[in-house]
């Protein structure tokens, strides 16, 4: 609830309140808990719920038990975002990172069982590849890279009027180090054509409806961005095997995208000769309309496109919101990203009156989150909204308000807000 102070578009209530209500009606259990937020549905004796759904639930929420803080969106699939104030790590941690599932978490990650896993790269390419977990990290060049992971639909809630899905407020986002291969090199083994234009992504998340035919997601990226060196196809996050909950025991970070890129569960990329057409490839999941709309327009299917890039952004990590604090000198921290590299971060205390520049660290790497730091010195005790504004390279900044209103909520790159009193 930090990314806007007023809450009005991320609280009980608020214009999404009536989203939520539909949900309920909709998707029942699963959606009760996200409005409370309260894991319960493992706890519920059998027979108050389908019992493999209850099930379901509850193996998928032994996977998220090592989580530290995170607040549960939905727990089927499960969803979690980070409170600004528990990124405040350099390199997010694995029990700080956001977890977005569309299905279940498969039985062999929660097992954490890889035995037999192999990778199939086919398509377009001149030689397809079965790639063993072996022959991925001996036949290739071994990288360890710290990228920023980010839902495209972070941000979300303070759309108004607001837009159906989970509620992220300014927590779908972290920056751990991964290991693994670059996926430009796999695919250059496997020899793209001429033909190829875009990847799709597959992975062995059951679908929630149980149907073994269906597949919960499946998305892809252009061709040219999955041949530049930054996507890794990755085992290890901060030097340990990924976690079930995060792909055990391969996954893709594909950074500067929307996270829905970064197929977690890895067993597949299929090189198209069109633009992938998975699940949630289509319709209004990561599509924008193509021109801008007015705030609740039904904007038709057919205009609708791909979500490509995600937008510059900067989030206050220290101190925490609605934070008390002694005296009139204030120590800000946080992280800024884009795609690419962040030129410059501004801090305000009034409200965007004034701005002053904060100090900006270069990335660990290109992706990676670069660190800001700001003392502000306050005119006098009382309280204060501190801003973030980051600025790319080419110019971008972020905008004080929800920009782009757009009908599943993608995109949000407004400032970051938090409060604090002072004195
Ligand atoms: N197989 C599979 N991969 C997936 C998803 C999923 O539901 N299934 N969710 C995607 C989305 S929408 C996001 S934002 C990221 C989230 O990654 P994380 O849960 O590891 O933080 O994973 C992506 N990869
Ligand atoms: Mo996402």
Same mark, same amino acid.
Request: with cysteine; glycine share 10%.
């Given at each position: 609830m930090d990314g806007n102070f007023t809450d009005d578009t991320a609280g009980a209530g608020g214009p999404n309140d009536r989203d939520r209500r539909r949900f309920l009606r909709t998707t029942g259990l699963a959606a009760l808990s996200a409005t409370v937020a309260v894991p319960f549905a493992r706890f519920l004796p059998e027979g108050m719920a389908p019992i493999g759904m209850a099930h379901a639930a509850g193996a998928d929420m032994d996977a998220y038990q090592f989580k530290d803080g995170l607040t549960l969106l939905n727990d089927r699939p499960i969803n979690a975002e980070t409170p600004a104030h528990l990124l405040d790590d350099k390199v997010t941690p694995a029990n700080r990172l956001f977890i977005r599932n569309n299905g279940r978490v498969p039985e062999h990650a929660l097992a954490m069982d890889a035995s037999g896993w192999t990778l199939t790269v086919d398509g377009e390419v001149d030689q397809a590849l079965d790639l063993t977990l072996d022959q991925l990290e001996s036949d290739f060049e071994v990288i360890t890279r710290q990228l920023t992971l980010e839902c495209g639909g972070n941000g979300r809630a303070f759309f108004v009027p607001g837009a159906s899905g989970?509620?992220? #407020? #300014?927590?779908?986002v972290g920056c751990p180090e991964w290991t693994g291969v670059r996926l430009r090199d796999v695919l250059n083994a496997a020899g793209v054509r001429d033909t190829a234009v875009y990847t799709g992504h597959f992975g062995t998340d059951p679908h929630l409806s149980g149907d073994p035919e269906k597949l919960p997601i499946s998305r892809g990226i252009p061709i040219a961005k999955a041949l530049e060196e930054d996507a890794l196809i990755a085992w290890a996050m901060n030097g340990e095997p990924l976690p079930a909950i995060h792909g055990f025991p391969l996954r893709l970070v594909v950074p500067g995208y929307p996270g829905s890129a970064s197929q977690k569960w890895l067993t597949r990329i299929r090189v198209r000769d069109q633009v992938h057409d998975g699940p949630k490839m289509g319709g209004y999941s990561y599509r924008l309309p193509a021109y801008p709309v007015a705030p609740g327009t039904e904007v038709p299917e057919s205009d609708m496109v791909v979500m490509e890039t995600m937008p510059v952004k900067s989030l206050i990590t220290s101190p925490a919101t609605r934070a008390q604090v002694d005296g009139l000198t204030l120590d800000i921290r946080g992280h800024a990203w884009a795609d690419g590299d962040v030129a410059a971060v501004h801090v305000s205390h009034d409200f965007g009156q004034t701005w002053a520049e904060a100090n900006l660290e270069a990335p660990a790497n290109r992706y990676a989150w670069q660190h800001f730091s700001a003392t502000v010195d306050l005119p006098q005790a009382g309280y204060y909204e501190i801003w973030s504004r980051a600025t790319d390279t080419q110019g971008r900044t972020q905008p004080v308000t929800t920009p782009g209103w757009n009908p599943r909520g993608y995109g949000n790159n407004m400032v970051h807000r938090i409060a604090v009193l002072a004195g």
């Amino acid at each position: 609830m930090d990314g806007n102070f007023t809450d009005d578009t991320a609280g009980a209530g608020g214009p999404n309140d009536r989203d939520r209500r539909r949900f309920l009606r909709t998707t029942g259990l699963a959606a009760l808990s996200a409005t409370v937020a309260v894991p319960f549905a493992r706890f519920l004796p059998e027979g108050m719920a389908p019992i493999g759904m209850a099930h379901a639930a509850g193996a998928d929420m032994d996977a998220y038990q090592f989580k530290d803080g995170l607040t549960l969106l939905n727990d089927r699939p499960i969803n979690a975002e980070t409170p600004a104030h528990l990124l405040d790590d350099k390199v997010t941690p694995a029990n700080r990172l956001f977890i977005r599932n569309n299905g279940r978490v498969p039985e062999h990650a929660l097992a954490m069982d890889a035995s037999g896993w192999t990778l199939t790269v086919d398509g377009e390419v001149d030689q397809a590849l079965d790639l063993t977990l072996d022959q991925l990290e001996s036949d290739f060049e071994v990288i360890t890279r710290q990228l920023t992971l980010e839902c495209g639909g972070n941000g979300r809630a303070f759309f108004v009027p607001g837009a159906s899905g989970n509620q992220w #407020t #300014t927590g779908a986002v972290g920056c751990p180090e991964w290991t693994g291969v670059r996926l430009r090199d796999v695919l250059n083994a496997a020899g793209v054509r001429d033909t190829a234009v875009y990847t799709g992504h597959f992975g062995t998340d059951p679908h929630l409806s149980g149907d073994p035919e269906k597949l919960p997601i499946s998305r892809g990226i252009p061709i040219a961005k999955a041949l530049e060196e930054d996507a890794l196809i990755a085992w290890a996050m901060n030097g340990e095997p990924l976690p079930a909950i995060h792909g055990f025991p391969l996954r893709l970070v594909v950074p500067g995208y929307p996270g829905s890129a970064s197929q977690k569960w890895l067993t597949r990329i299929r090189v198209r000769d069109q633009v992938h057409d998975g699940p949630k490839m289509g319709g209004y999941s990561y599509r924008l309309p193509a021109y801008p709309v007015a705030p609740g327009t039904e904007v038709p299917e057919s205009d609708m496109v791909v979500m490509e890039t995600m937008p510059v952004k900067s989030l206050i990590t220290s101190p925490a919101t609605r934070a008390q604090v002694d005296g009139l000198t204030l120590d800000i921290r946080g992280h800024a990203w884009a795609d690419g590299d962040v030129a410059a971060v501004h801090v305000s205390h009034d409200f965007g009156q004034t701005w002053a520049e904060a100090n900006l660290e270069a990335p660990a790497n290109r992706y990676a989150w670069q660190h800001f730091s700001a003392t502000v010195d306050l005119p006098q005790a009382g309280y204060y909204e501190i801003w973030s504004r980051a600025t790319d390279t080419q110019g971008r900044t972020q905008p004080v308000t929800t920009p782009g209103w757009n009908p599943r909520g993608y995109g949000n790159n407004m400032v970051h807000r938090i409060a604090v009193l002072a004195g």
